[in-house]
């Protein structure tokens, strides 16, 4: 059973907009989310985290929200860029245990 | 970037034949990670190993074994290859389990026929 679902495989953003990412998870008790971005052929990198008692991570043009209430988790990216183009994969921990990861979804930017 | 290397980067077998893929870093991490990545699964965990000769079982660890005599090097085993295993593998490690970030190596294309 999947606890961590990225429910949108694809997403198509025009440079310059907004890029949101969603990430759903059903484990009350992961406290610790990443996100990563993946580029055809290469392994995945880190973009981003945060942990459970914080509700918002700003990283230059990364910004990742949490809503545990809702078991939600976001990642915005602005101003989007081509080379933002890649698969995103949200990851969730609990106690500092194994992540597990999303099915990821693919961002395309378009020029 | 972190210094991970896996070897091979590409592999063709047969089921039912032995098969074992080699994950180096030059970091130092004590943790190191298998998973494999499937179209609709995302990244799933095969084994760990949290120091040399400590190893622990992930989530879809039947049919493979792992090995770690050295710090840098973390072996990952198909006894006996089968088609269901054939995905493409990642090599990551950190320097603590859960609470920071994972880097992974290039990844490892098996294909079994």
């Known amino acids: 059973d999947q606890q961590v679902k990225q429910n949108s495989p694809s997403l198509s953003v025009q440079e310059g907009r907004i890029s949101i990412l969603n990430c759903d998870y059903t484990?009350?008790?992961?406290?610790?989310f990443l996100w990563y971005k993946k580029y055809p052929a290469e392994g995945p990198t880190f973009l981003i985290s945060?942990?459970?008692?914080?509700d918002k991570n700003e990283d230059g043009r990364f910004t990742v929200f949490l809503n545990k209430s809702a078991k939600h988790l976001s990642l915005h990216i602005v101003p989007s860029q081509p080379g933002d183009s890649a698969v995103y994969f949200c990851?969730?921990?609990?106690?500092?245990?194994?992540?597990?990861f999303g099915t990821g979804t693919s961002l395309t930017v378009i020029p | 970037d972190a210094g991970i290397t896996q070897s091979p980067r590409h592999k063709v077998t047969e089921t039912g034949t032995p098969v074992t893929l080699r994950c180096h870093q030059t970091e130092n991490h004590r943790y190191m990670y298998w998973y494999r990545q499937d179209p609709g699964h995302g990244l799933r965990l095969i084994h760990y190993s949290y120091g040399v000769k400590d190893t622990d079982k992930g989530e879809v660890s039947d049919g493979y074994s792992v090995s770690r005599s050295k710090t840098e090097d973390f072996l990952l085993t198909l006894e006996s290859a089968t088609s269901s295993q054939t995905s493409v593998y990642f090599c990551?490690?950190?320097?603590?389990?859960?609470?920071?970030?994972?880097?992974f190596g290039p990844g490892t294309r098996l294909t079994v026929t």
């Open positions: 990851a969730a921990s609990a106690a500092g245990n194994q992540f597990y």
């Open positions: 990551a490690i950190s320097e603590t389990r859960g609470w920071n970030e994972q880097y």
């Open positions: 945060i942990s459970s008692i914080k």
């Open positions: 484990n009350s008790m992961f406290d610790y």
